[in-house]
């Protein structure tokens, strides 16, 4: 099945700070990334869509000034959030969609995810 | 607007068969797709489809009626390691996954 990775797995970091997160897509290449946040007990949410070499589209509500993504190559998306504080901590996982050349062209594969803590 | 429902959380016994429901209103479709979530970790992917009928693959099975706009996963011979989250998630017309709030499931002896 198809591989994404995402790093770091975890990450603790001070209020104020910035934190980027990878997602690689790693036998693949995603025409598409998207970008989740996962508060405990809660359902997945949607925070941005990304198309290699084009801005992301962010759903509503999310700042994009403060959730920066950078979907360089086909291969490789980045989410940065800037000026972490407490209540941005959550769980971060990245999805990946590409033409593999097979009927489930459609599928998102996930990352494992980033655990966030913002002391 | 678009809304997927299943139901919140499920028990079943070990060794049994367990259905989980989900209906769908997307605007357009291009298919059903299920995913289990444990927790703590990322949802991985379980099914895909996109034609009426039943897709096999294992113990797990997934159904889609597309005139009734309902789906559902059938896990047979459950195991104590299938007690998880299984998200429902619609494809709409622009190719984007409309989420269900996922059902837990849990698995006892």
């Known amino acids: 099945g198809a591989v994404v990775s995402q790093h770091p797995s975890r990450v603790i970091c001070k209020s104020g700070t910035s934190v980027k997160i990878e997602c690689r897509s790693l036998?693949?290449?995603?025409?598409?990334m998207f970008w989740y946040r996962q508060f405990p007990k809660q359902s997945l949410m949607l925070m941005a869509t990304s198309n290699e070499g084009s801005k992301a589209t962010y759903e509503q509500g999310v700042e994009k000034d403060k959730f920066l993504i950078n979907h360089a190559s086909l291969t490789l998306s980045t989410l940065t959030v800037t000026s972490a504080h407490p209540e941005d901590s959550s769980f971060y996982i990245c999805?990946?969609?590409?033409?593999?050349?097979?009927?489930?062209?459609?599928?998102?594969?996930f990352g494992p995810g980033t655990r966030l803590l913002v002391l | 607007g678009q809304n997927i429902d299943q139901p919140t959380e499920m028990t079943a016994t070990e060794g049994a068969i367990v259905q989980i429901n989900c209906t769908y209103q997307t605007s357009g479709f291009n298919g059903l797709f299920w995913y289990q979530q444990h927790a703590g970790e990322a949802p991985t992917f379980l099914s895909y489809?996109?034609l009426d009928g039943l897709e096999e693959k294992g113990r797990f099975s997934s159904f889609l009626s597309r005139s009734k706009g309902y789906s559902y996963l059938l896990l047979k011979e459950l195991q104590m390691k299938d007690s998880a989250s299984y998200l429902c998630a619609g494809m709409d017309s622009n190719y984007q996954l409309i989420w269900g709030a996922g059902t837990k499931l849990i698995i006892k002896p």
């Open positions: 999805s990946a969609r590409g033409d593999r050349g097979q009927s489930t062209q459609e599928t998102q594969y």
């Open positions: 036998d693949f290449q995603a025409t598409t």
């Open positions: 489809n996109v």
